[in-house]
């Protein structure tokens, strides 16, 4: 069975949470950040549900110390505030996904199965990329960026650079289909598992994030262009 280490001060909504994912987890719980920290690095949870707002040390500060120390488990924040500048902070420390309260007890089931599926090894399409592309598919570059799909490492300038799984995930669908437009539906399908006509920002602001970490002295102008109405594509 798997381990689902859930840290919230709001002792009703753990409750409900620890009630929730126990039919199918081997549920760890917290209400403080630093009890929070500790059980992530001793008891090896295979997802990490991690509310932002903590009384002693917040969200943003117990990931960015569990990455620090190692710890690859994918991490789902919990936060009342929708500001995207929040959700930017989560996942340039590491975060996978980001759900804003109240979330739904099934969209947040839904959330760590995706994340959870993307935390395997991806499967890599066989096959050589367009130029210019490193001889196999796990491995592509572009201007001053260097990209290894199978192993979600990526460096920018030489300067090693760290992407969630669903970041990566992201740039390798509009990799392979690269110089495509790829609308937004697939992409929230492929990368999110999301029905058809769902409506999210996520989608968006991981595409900033893209942008915004990738960014390389070598690369003048966006190397995943919006085309407003229907999706992104990919031309670096």
Known sequence: MQTILIVEDDASMLRTLEKFFERRFRVVAAEDGRTGLAQALTERPHVIVLDISLPDVDGITVCKEIRRAGCSAPV?????HDAEMTKLVGFDVGGDDYVTKPASL?????????????????????????????????????????MD??????????????????????????????????????????VWN????????????????????????QSPGPFIETVHGVGYRFSG
């Not at 789902?76 to 009342?80: E, G, K, N, P």
């Not at 300067?159 to 495509?180: A, Y």
């Open 76 to 80: 789902l924040f919990l936060s009342a």
């Open 106 to 146: 099934l969209e947040l089931e839904a959330r760590i199965d995706a994340i959870l599926r993307r935390a395997r090894p991806m499967e890599v399409e066989q096959g050589p990329l367009d130029e210019p592309s490193e001889p196999s598919s796990d491995l592509f570059s572009w201007g001053g960026v260097e």
């Open 149 to 190: 799909f199978t192993n979600h490492r990526a460096k920018v300038d030489g300067k090693e650079v760290r992407l969630s799984v669903k970041e990566t995930e992201l740039l390798h669908v509009l990799v392979r289909s690269r110089d495509q437009v790829v609308s937004r539906r697939d992409l929230l399908a492929k």
């Open 194 to 217: 999301y029905a058809d006509d769902v409506p999210s920002r996520t989608l968006d602001t991981h595409i900033r994030s893209l942008r915004r970490k990738l960014a390389s002295r």
